[in-house]
Antibody, heavy 117, light 110 residues
Framework: QVQLQESGPGLVKPSQTLSLTCTVS??????????WSWIRQHPGKGLEWIGY???????YYNPSLKSRVTISADTSKNQFSLKLSSVTAADTAVYYC?????????WGQGNLVTVSS | QSALTQPASVSGSPGQSITISCTGT?????????VSWYQQHPGKAPKLMIY???NRPSGVSNRFSGSKSGNTASLTISGLQAEDEADYYC??????????FGGGTKLTVL
């Protein structure tokens, strides 16, 4: 059974970089041809796809966030990570990692990140 | 890319059937058979209920079914149960090689 777990700070100051890591167990992120995504959900709102990584290094981002987003992978730790730069209060959200690119069959439990000074 | 359009809320009584619509454009819902549906209970992560318009993942009840006509996809839940009360989101692959979600629908089981 594949499991995903997000980790990272719950509070980030404005203009700083938000960094989150997703640890995957029960399967390798570098095999099986799977895509690994980040998705966020603003408080009380809907879901927003951020981007994905596949083949341990190829990435694709939501154009609306592309200039601020970096997704990378550490296959030795079976993890993939999200960095979102120059954050503002509008980036306050629950951040989820998930497996897939067109549909998401496994999700982490979510990590609430609040942007505030 | 604009969000897909879903009704804000739907309701039904136990045992009834309900349908949630998800309207997009020919650049997303209408153009590809990559529409998915997710169920989300409060404080929980979304759960995949339907993928590629009408396919159910293993373990999902056959009371859940999906379909598509033109630019509108639909999720039907038959034999409503109390545990079906949740938020439901649709998503679609787009011609920009991105993924767009619907705004979500709150299902209330009366």
């Amino acid at each position: 059974q594949v499991q995903l777990q997000e980790s990272g700070p719950g509070l980030v100051k404005p203009s700083q970089t938000l960094s989150l890591t997703c640890t995957v167990s029960g399967g390798s992120i570098s095999s099986g041809g799977y895509y690994w995504s980040w998705i966020r959900q603003h408080p009380g709102k809907g879901l927003e796809w951020i981007g994905y990584i596949y083949n341990s290094g190829s990435t694709y981002y939501n154009p609306s966030l592309k200039s601020r987003v970096t997704i990378s992978a550490d296959t030795s730790k079976n993890q993939f990570s999200l960095k979102l730069s120059s954050v503002t209060a509008a980036d306050t959200a629950v951040y989820y990692c998930a497996r897939g690119a067109r549909d998401f069959d496994y999700w982490g439990q979510g990590n609430l990140v609040t942007v505030s000074s | 890319q604009s969000a897909l359009t879903q009704p804000a809320s739907v309701s039904g009584s136990p045992g009834q059937s309900i349908t949630i619509s998800c309207t997009g454009t020919s650049s997303d819902v209408g153009g590809y058979n990559y529409v998915s549906w997710y169920q989300q209970h409060p404080g929980k992560a979304p759960k995949l209920m339907i993928y590629e318009v009408s396919n159910r993942p293993s373990g999902v009840s056959n009371r859940f079914s999906g379909s598509k006509s033109g630019n509108t996809a639909s999720l039907t839940i038959s034999g409503l149960q109390a545990e079906d009360e949740a938020d439901y989101y649709c998503s679609s692959y787009t011609s920009s090689n991105t993924l767009v979600f619907g705004g979500g629908t709150k299902l209330t089981v009366l």
